[in-house]
């Protein structure tokens, strides 16, 4: 049977009722993090996402969600003493999570809005070939295609678990809606191009979301909160 990875969207404006009483799982770390926020909107988004994540990776462990231990590997990405692999990632109240049986796995959703910066930004964070692409398109289909572009290449830097410690201009990606390939290209005698399978995932219209797997062939599925066990 074909290896999988089950991605879990979800908003970040309420906790799910299945885990309305959750919050006691929260760790004294993760109180102590959200309680830094400024605003209540972004303390409420933390916390809804805390509570999903162990919620989420409880019913897929059959653990008990207030003890699972996160540790970080050495640029920062997250993992589970025990595992699966995972990653998980959330921008404004929209929240992605994806996990799998094996490999490294990357997510990443990002609201798309127009930014006054985007040319440089763009020169400064793509590889040459993706900036002429981008910049290439006119109006609103140049900010979609810059963040397909970067939510892409973040999933593809999370999966590898190195962050911004990976050159950005390291590798190409497609701005394409649906490409036939995500990634086109590394500059990388590690890794192959042809050895991961990076897509767009099919979300909200004002989002770009991406997902990052080192299993080619593998199998992409979703599944709801509700119809976690």
């Given at each position: ?144 295609a810059f963040f397909r572009v970067w939510s ?78």
């Amino acid at each position: 049977m074909a290896t999988a990875l089950t991605l879990v969207r979800a908003r970040l404006d309420r906790l799910p009722e299945r885990w309305a009483d959750a919050t006691a799982w929260l760790s004294a770390e993760e109180r102590s993090r959200i309680g830094r926020f400024r605003f209540e909107r972004h303390a409420r988004r933390q916390r809804v996402a805390t509570v999903l994540l162990r919620g989420v990776l409880g019913s897929v462990t059959g653990r008990d969600p207030g003890s699972l231990e996160f540790l970080a590997g050495e640029h920062g990405k997250p993992h589970l003493s025990g595992g699966p692999p995972f990653n998980v990632s959330h921008s404004g109240e929209w929240w992605l999570f994806g996990w799998a049986e094996e490999g490294r796995v990357g997510v990443d959703v990002e609201v798309a809005r127009e930014l006054d910066d985007l040319e440089a930004v763009a020169r400064r964070s793509f590889h040459p070939a993706e900036f002429t692409r981008v910049m290439a398109r006119t109006g609103p289909e140049r900010s979609a295609a810059f963040f397909r572009v970067w939510s892409r290449k973040e999933a593809f830097i999370k999966a590898l678990g190195m962050g911004l410690a990976y050159p950005l201009d390291g590798f190409v990606v497609s701005e394409e809606r649906d490409p036939p390939a995500g990634l086109l290209e590394v500059n990388d005698p590690a890794e192959f191009a042809a050895d991961w399978l990076v897509r767009p995932v099919e979300w909200a219209s004002d989002l770009g979301a991406a997902i990052a797997w080192d299993r080619p062939g593998g199998e992409v599925r979703w599944t709801e909160v509700s119809e976690l066990a």
